[in-house]
């Protein structure tokens, strides 16, 4: 059963802080992704990446680095959290070229006071 | 921009057919995805088009029509567990599978 998971449900912190959100899959997928999920707004790509060590900006990067140094794992890091970043994160992996869909965690919900 | 366009909200009676519609800017198409969302969960893959006409898969059918930018999701024999947000998300070219995602559309199912 093919599996991608994320470190954590939920997540408080305080502004300022700095946060990581780890996102784990199983399925030797050379693309990982990240987003962000807003009422109203619907899925919005923060990062995504195409190989190890490798990195593209998505739509809505300011505020935010990754890191992939293994294959199967991809990291989100808030460098100095704000409230304008509470919301649900969702990790997703594909393979490259395929026309496979993206296989999904269960997302974090990430709560900045 | 590479907007994707879907109604926000629909309500619909258990066992009738309702059909979701999803728009799009047909510029650089390259695959179209259905996804399915309940309440505090993941998206979970429904359907794939990227040529036009009608893919069906069990109680759920997905349509393209690429030379208009639409498609729709259409579900029959509706039953409560398929209230839920429904997600039209496009593939277009430029590689990696990179996807834009609708704001979808929450469905309500009702007695």
């Known amino acids: ?113 | 921009g590479q907007n994707i366009d879907q109604p926000t909200e629909m309500t619909a009676t258990e066992g009738a057919i309702v059909q979701i519609n999803c728009t799009y800017q047909t510029s650089g198409f390259n695959g179209l995805f259905w996804y399915q969302q309940h309440a505090g969960e993941a998206p979970t893959f429904l359907s794939y088009n990227v040529l036009d006409g009608l893919e069906e898969k069990g109680r759920f059918s997905s349509f393209l029509s690429r030379s208009k930018g639409y498609s729709y999701l259409l579900l029959k024999e509706l039953q409560m567990k398929d209230s839920a947000s429904y997600l039209c998300a496009v593939r277009f070219s430029g590689g990696y599978n990179k996807l834009i995602f609708g704001a979808g559309t929450r469905l309500a199912v009702h007695p």
């Open chain 1, 1 to 113: 059963d093919v599996k991608v998971t994320q470190s954590s449900r939920y997540l408080v912190k305080r502004t300022g802080e700095k946060v990581f959100l780890e996102c784990v899959q199983d399925m030797d997928h050379e693309n990982m992704f990240w987003y962000r999920q807003d009422p109203g707004l619907g899925l919005r790509l923060i990062y995504f990446s195409y190989d190890v060590k490798m990195k593209e900006k998505g739509d809505i990067p300011e505020g935010y680095s990754v890191s992939r140094e293994k294959k199967e794992r991809f990291s989100l890091i808030l460098e100095s959290a704000s409230t304008n970043q509470t919301s649900m994160y969702l990790c997703a992996s594909s393979p490259r070229w395929s026309a496979d869909e993206q296989f999904f965690g269960p997302g974090t919900r990430l709560t900045v006071l």
